[in-house]
């Protein structure tokens, strides 16, 4: 199954996200989080119980109590967690945010908001 | 201003008039007395009132009147020798105090000593008590030895020109250092590590009132205890990194003052010397309002990268769902209307607030009020 994360605290983000997500037909499931403390809590509890890691992350950097980064510190301890494919999406364009993810191995690549269908599509080939 | 006048401003321009004796002059005039074989010998110098004698040999005699002097009929005659063969029965002479009376001169002659400008600044003369003659010979070495004073008169006129300017060069350089906003230094480090200061200025003071400047000179390393101690050990290695590579001094860094801390910035300029230290010319400075300033820009581009462009992002975003490619119904774009009418009025007082967020900001840094600006506007 294929399943896409949104980490996102945007309640208008994710909602225009996930609804382009389900008009693009892009996944078989969207799950959204509010913070990466929501985020790490769910993905471990779900593995815990037999569920699987999404293919793909969408992951904010500035979110209340644990932002993007913090989340990708706790992320890379969980096992397997390389195969998925992890895009921060933010509206930031500051140059040392674009800097410091590239430190991150995991980090596919840094997509800056709005999230159109066209990178939409694009994400799928990476 | 007639000949006399500039001829007075030339001589003042000797500075010679109320100088001590010169051996120089001195040399001349017993030379004079000695080869010209004449008991008497002067160099003297005329204002507009006095006969300055500048040196004298076998006489006593004091400076005096000019218009009892026999040396003021040389002053319009530059180019030739005044001889008096016998001043007792010289009409314009012989009622002369000097004839009359105590010393009694009977012979005079007068070399004018005449300036690079031609004018007669005085003259170098030989007198006795008795009438004589002087021989051409004679008139030739007064002549040479005439030409030998003023090159003397007229090197130390340049010397003491050249002290001059020097001295009022220090006293210009001195009082700009001082009053240079900051602490201009230049500062050594020897082989071994040791710091002094070799010159520093006065505006250390206003950056560093706790200390003297007798302590700055005595140790420089007073300065370490007064740099934040996150600071102190990126300072000490930059220096070394200067000292060894010989790299520009350029450290930012945060020093006590008071109870709080301000950001200064030393800058300096290396150079080795034989022994191996290295030799800083440079200047110390507060650039805490420029800190701030620099924090402030920071703040602004990360509030319009980071809370500017969320809304706009998720403006584009909300209207390309609504592109015409997708359906929705009624209910769902008015829904989405709702969400873009959201958006836009969170960018509205997002905007409206940065005028004032920046407007405080500015009032910090700069210290100045609404009123400032406005004032300057009207």
Known sequence: ?126 | MDYEDKRIEELLSYQILNSSTEDELDDITEMASLICDFPISLITLLDDKVQWIKSKKGIEIENNDVKDSFCKHTLDKPDDIFVVENAAIDPLFKDNPIVQNSPNINFYAGVPLVSKNGFVLGTLCVLDHKPRTITENQKKTLQILAKKAMQFLTTRKLLLNQRNEINTNALRLKKLTDNVPGGIFQLKMAIDGSLSFEFISKGMLKLHPSVTMEQWMENPEIGFSLIHPNDLDDFKIKLMESFEKLTLLSIKYRVKKGKSYVWHLMKGNPERMHDGSVIWYGNFQNINDRVEYEIAMEQIAFDISHVLRRPIANLIGLTELLDKKYTFTDNQILEYVGYIKTVSLEMETFTRDLDEIYRLKKEKITGYGKDFYNKRLK
Not at chain 1, 5 to 23: A, E, S
Not at chain 1, 29 to 43: C, F, L, P, Q
Not at chain 1, 103 to 111: F, P
């Open chain 1, 1 to 126: 199954m294929k399943i896409v994360c949104v980490i996102d605290d945007d309640p208008i983000f994710v909602l225009t996200v996930v609804k382009l997500i389900q008009i693009e037909n892009f996944c078989d499931k969207v799950v959204v989080y509010k913070n990466g403390a929501e985020a790490i809590t769910g993905i471990n509890a779900c593995l815990n119980s037999g569920g699987e890691l999404p293919c793909i992350i969408l992951l904010d950097i500035n979110m209340p109590v644990m932002n993007g980064w913090e989340f990708l510190e706790k992320f890379i301890e969980i096992p397997d967690h390389t195969i998925v494919d992890l895009f921060i999406s933010t509206s930031s364009i500051n140059r040392s945010d674009v800097t410091k993810s590239k430190k991150y191995k995991i980090i596919k690549d840094y997509l800056v908001k709005p999230i159109t269908s066209k990178i939409l599509r694009e994400l799928s080939k990476k």
